[in-house]
């Protein structure tokens, strides 16, 4: 059963004196979070009064969040997006989606469970347990097909993966 909310990030500090806060993303960028109307707090429903990037980070001002005080309030809680909320672009996934998914080869056999998603400069490598571990760069030459309806990721291997 896919989690009807997923991490958007934590709150790390807050940012100036008007109440607003900054917010690491937990995803792929801060962009992406940026046109979120709602985000979830402590499971609580926080209307975003305004969103804007700023150095890799999301500047949030919750509405009913006026001045520093409020904002400190808010310091290192994680938030949350509702699923329904989000677009993503075809043939992107959420990497909760993906994590406990079977991984076979392209003869069916099976390689192992998709247990990590690492996030590396050159890109991100899936971590497969299987009788051994794998990293698999998460790149079209060996990732050959994702169906996250059947929880299965076909890949090519090489020797040494």
Not at 97 to 112: K, Q, R
Not at 118 to 127: F, H, M, N
Not at 144 to 152: A, C, K, S, T
Request: hydrophobic content about 45%; proline content about 5%.
């Amino acid at each position: 059963m896919k989690q009807p909310f997923l991490e958007a990030g934590k709150i790390v500090n807050t940012f100036g004196i008007r109440g607003e806060v900054k917010l690491q993303p937990w995803c792929d960028s801060a962009e992406f979070l940026k046109d979120f109307k709602t985000l979830y707090i402590d499971s609580k429903p926080r209307t975003v009064a305004s969103a804007r990037v700023h150095k890799d980070m999301l500047i949030v001002r919750f509405e009913g969040v006026e001045d520093v005080n409020g904002a400190m309030l808010l310091k290192n809680k994680v938030a949350y997006f509702a699923r329904e909320d989000a677009r993503l672009p075809e043939g992107r996934y959420f990497i909760a989606d993906l994590i406990g998914s079977d991984v076979v080869d392209e003869n069916g056999a099976v390689v192992g469970k998709l247990t990590e998603v690492l996030d590396l400069p050159a890109g991100q490598v899936y971590v497969v347990q299987g009788e051994t571990e794998h990293t698999i760069p998460a790149v079209p030459e060996f990732v050959l097909g994702i169906d996250p309806g059947e929880n299965v990721i076909r890949v090519h291997l090489i020797e040494g993966m």
